[in-house]
């Protein structure tokens, strides 16, 4: 049996979810990294030498024929840039989200790159969850009827730094963006109007950046379906990210997934533990899964799950939820 | 130890729930079932037979002195004249909810029947029941710091006949009024706003009633505290109430209820039992414990739960849930 | 519809668990008590006046022949003597486990009354706990298959004082015989049978009465089916009591019940509520189903769920378990 | 920072089991395949392609001294010779279980590398298993007091082919070795005494070869702390895997894992997933953190936490437990 070379990786930042990225490349048999590109040398050297790979700047791998293709995980307003360079030069991309936080800058990216052939897989990492997936595929083989309503829950363990608020393009745009991609995941179809309802009250920070850290979106299809985002900045207890699907013949509902099954039993309750912290570990199957799909979208078995399209959307939706904040009036979200 | 007189009451309705609390207040030691009312003779006298009861005209319960107090079973539209006979004849009064369908008359109600002072219990049942009384219960003491997301989840296993649809004052002032009683419950703080977003998903006869079905309410406090509300007319799989409080320290939730805890495990998969089907079984102990509770207040031991201003409050949501609904906006909800 | 004449009930002992049965019998429409028979007036007296009963010597009772059914709840010396008069005098009888904690005079009791027609039901109440009867119920339907091994766990919160340990027969005889008697319901065939292993851990105060508090015994039948249970005094969280039957398509599972589903999640993890604490709550709807049962006995539409006989097998194979544990080898169980 | 060379690893065995602990070793950044050994060449010759290593015959192995430590995932009577030969030629051996399936030649083994100081870990996989170690790590914390009785469930998805029966030593020295050391890992002290009682009731060609596939072993120590361990080697719903430990001061349980969290609520109950189907699966994690554990040990960081001794034991136990089913009788453990 011949074995295939393996695709030729650039990774570009190496950062906590680039070195994710990395070690999902590394360890496939069927994928190397090939160059690290970060403008912070220590990061890319370190993980360059875990993974064999060589630092390079952006020039050397958008020139190097032999790379099939780029993961972008370096700061969000360079993906904009970096997308339209990997797909001109012909190479696939892999792109965390957003694409950019102004929706003028996302139209202008797929609207350069339209004619590309090139795949574009944007980093929607719970579309690999594997019980989100298990999930859409009932929902899909009609397992509860006609979806009604979808309700996502999705509580970060603590709020990040506010250098990192003021930057993050708000609530909607940083963190709901991802409940909003479920919400299209699962619906079937697209949204036409939404409501959103918001406050600040886990930081005065926060607040003081007139952004907010309690939301509640609602978004409703033609055909009456109904979806329902509930965010928090803060859950004491970890990271709470559960989906639940209601439809005419039943529902679908996952649950957080806790370190392990351990109870202890003790006089004074049962107690079990807590759901893993954070999505490093909460999505580590899905960043691996994730990995897995752009392989098979590499080798032509597929085409991405998560597309230009699927950010485009979902940064219309985040947009008309903030354009509701402001007015307290239920806002069509543009086709 | 000399047995104490146990409180005569007279039962005034002898359908479904009329029959839940006829047993409860014939099982408990301080009540017995004086009389019961109902326009339906039959139905009366068999309850009334296994009660050990005597079925009279209204007339002859506000006339008998020895009538501790009445319990209100009856249709809607004869609630709020029978509360205020109640309450102006010196009787205590139990009436199932609401008062009345219009907010005029509830104020009136809540007027004519202000200087009385025998107390009026309205029955919230879910208030009682051990989950939700035990979450309000930490919620007070602390144990997830400040309130801040509250969410109810409410959906009934089938829609009721047209018939009652039509008479019944639309889903947000039947059904979401329990749940808009549950968020106040839980919320400690009154909402200040209301957004409604609803369609009409599980019948043609729903829709062709101008009602809807399926539903989701956001209330906002003036704090910040969001509540939502999602309802549905329709789960296959039985009656579905589950509550959430989120707050600043940790949450709370509560689970359906199944008949037993019986798991089976076969290839295709690990099956437990669904929900109890509706609220006669699910909610079997929260009316034996109003019961309970009103039995305590007429001992002078507490106060009612929930009173004429609960059932005002949440019809003036539900109300306001309406105005949202049709013009798309955010509702300030009157004080 | 002509109203059926309840059966009338004479209690005999008013302790805890004569309580339990009194307000069942009194809740119940088709039961009355009649008589309460201990011979501690006071208790006799304050439960006689909670259910309109008459306190009565036991010669009044067997000569009354209005009583159609006398139950037993007195001290365990009693029963044999009560069950023999009370079937020879024609009532029926449903007694508490056990018959007597001597194989020699159960033998002499099941002899003496062999003849006698009225009905007896040995109060082996977990038969009635809807989980347990569930899983009988799927057993028997063939969900699993062919049984191939039953496991009983079953611990108690604490353990009884040495006063109660020193009369109780013994660990097997007392608390393990509920767990054979769960054994043989699952099994479906006589154990053949039986080894036990078993320590004094508890307490000294045990092991001073050379009685013993942490065990396992195993069953098996002449078909190669196993019963493992395993017992402990001493659960710190409260009462322990599940069952488990692996069969050859199939396991079935029950579970605690915890007083309520309320879940509390905190930085530190998980809380659920722990098991309800014993038997008088976690069996609560075993006891009045057990009634239910008994009515339905003595309306001759069945017949009793547990007999002498069960009464008998149980503690032949506690016997046996007895000698195996003085032995150390495995015991043949009498026929 | 100076990267240090990767442990060089030989690995003998390229079967189901080979192939885990080969990707282990290969996506562990402190180790590398250096050799595959396999009788059946093309095996060898793929998984050595896949891990870029070279296949080899033992003698290089053993010749070599730039090998660090060898992993023997060879059938089990090859098992003893490997291991003598690994630690006498000074590398460290980690070998899957057992060491052999005599006793007498486990006892050689451990007496002819008595003096050799590489270290040896033997694949009790499941001590690493997350929920497992963390139970460990309780117990030892005394969260749950004095231990009193551990449970040990475990069953096989299916019965193997009869021609791995006939060659596995029997079920206790085969499977229930596994949960001996897991009895043993939990219970804090050896034990003394064992009881078995087994049948052959999965297939009639494990009866045939006088095996048997559905027993329960009841161990007990010198302080009375007792062990039971249920097995069936056929359980239709998968793997199924759980341990508890009951102490003075509480439990602790863990759970069966299934694939995903999802549940799937419709009118015939509320369907989870079924456990992980076998041990490939199930103990993934487990495999990943047996293989850091080996590296920590190669560090010199901390010291192998199964050793030739916990293989004695485990065999010593199951010996005697023939011994018991044979004979009827409880049986004392040899020191």
Request: net charge negative.
């Given at each position: 049996?011949a074995?295939?070379t393996?695709?030729?990786?650039?990774?570009?930042?190496?950062?906590?979810i680039?070195?994710v990225h990395?070690?999902?490349i590394?360890?496939?048999?069927?994928?190397?990294?090939?160059?690290?590109v970060?403008?912070?040398?220590?990061?890319a050297e370190?993980?360059?030498?875990?993974?064999?790979?060589?630092?390079?700047?952006?020039?050397?791998?958008?020139a190097?024929?032999?790379?099939?293709?780029?993961?972008?995980?370096?700061?969000?307003?360079?993906h904009?840039?970096?997308?339209?360079?990997?797909?001109?030069?012909?190479?696939a991309?892999?792109c965390?989200?957003?694409?950019?936080?102004?929706?003028?800058r996302?139209?202008?990216?797929l609207?350069?790159?339209?004619?590309?052939?090139s795949?574009?897989?944007?980093?929607?990492?719970?579309?690999?969850?594997?019980?989100?997936?298990?999930m859409?595929?009932?929902?899909?083989?009609?397992?509860?009827?006609?979806?009604e309503?979808v309700?996502?829950?999705s509580?970060?363990?603590?709020?990040?730094?506010?250098?990192?608020i003021?930057?993050?393009?708000?609530?909607?745009?940083?963190?709901?963006?991802?409940?909003?991609?479920?919400?299209?995941?699962?619906?079937?179809?697209?949204?036409?109007?939404?409501s959103?309802t918001?406050?600040a009250?886990?930081?005065?920070?926060?607040a003081?950046e007139?952004?907010?850290?309690?939301?509640?979106?609602?978004l409703?299809c033609a055909?009456?379906?109904?979806?329902?985002?509930?965010?928090?900045?803060?859950?004491?207890?970890?990271?709470?990210?559960?989906?639940e699907?209601?439809?005419s013949?039943?529902?679908?509902?996952?649950?957080?997934?806790?370190a392990?099954?351990?109870?202890?039993?003790?006089?004074e309750?049962v107690?079990?533990?807590?759901?893993?912290?954070?999505?490093i570990e909460?999505y580590?199957?899905?960043?691996?899964?994730?990995?897995?799909?752009f392989i098979?979208?590499?080798?032509g078995?597929?085409s991405p799950?998560?597309?230009?399209?699927?950010?485009?959307?979902?940064?219309?939706i985040?947009?008309?939820?903030?354009?509701?904040?402001?007015?307290?009036?239920?806002?069509?979200?543009?086709a």
């Amino acid at each position: 049996m011949a074995i295939k070379t393996p695709f030729r990786i650039a990774l570009i930042g190496a950062g906590r979810i680039g070195k994710v990225h990395a070690m999902n490349i590394h360890h496939h048999p069927e994928s190397v990294v090939q160059y690290v590109v970060d403008p912070f040398g220590e990061a890319a050297e370190t993980l360059a030498a875990t993974v064999g790979a060589t630092v390079a700047e952006p020039e050397t791998v958008f020139a190097d024929d032999s790379v099939d293709a780029i993961v972008i995980c370096s700061a969000t307003p360079t993906h904009s840039d970096l997308i339209e360079r990997g797909l001109l030069s012909g190479k696939a991309v892999f792109c965390e989200k957003p694409i950019d936080l102004s929706i003028e800058r996302v139209n202008a990216v797929l609207q350069k790159t339209a004619e590309c052939t090139s795949p574009f897989l944007l980093g929607f990492n719970r579309r690999f969850d594997p019980a989100a997936a298990a999930m859409r595929e009932r929902v899909v083989a009609g397992d509860i009827g006609n979806v009604e309503l979808v309700t996502v829950i999705s509580k970060d363990p603590e709020p990040p730094p506010v250098e990192y608020i003021r930057e993050s393009g708000g609530l909607f745009r940083d963190m709901t963006i991802h409940d909003i991609d479920m919400a299209r995941f699962m619906l079937g179809e697209e949204p036409s109007s939404v409501s959103a309802t918001a406050s600040a009250l886990t930081s005065e920070a926060i607040a003081a950046e007139n952004d907010v850290d309690t939301a509640c979106l609602t978004l409703q299809c033609a055909s009456g379906k109904i979806a329902v985002i509930t965010n928090s900045r803060r859950a004491s207890f970890g990271y709470d990210q559960r989906i639940e699907v209601h439809g005419s013949l039943g529902s679908l509902r996952t649950d957080n997934v806790p370190a392990t099954t351990l109870v202890l039993e003790r006089a004074e309750g049962v107690r079990r533990e807590p759901p893993m912290h954070f999505f490093i570990e909460r999505y580590a199957d899905a960043y691996r899964l994730e990995w897995q799909h752009f392989i098979d979208v590499l080798n032509g078995e597929c085409s991405p799950s998560a597309t230009g399209v699927d950010g485009q959307r979902a940064l219309v939706i985040a947009d008309a939820a903030y354009e509701s904040l402001n007015s307290g009036a239920r806002v069509t979200i543009p086709a």
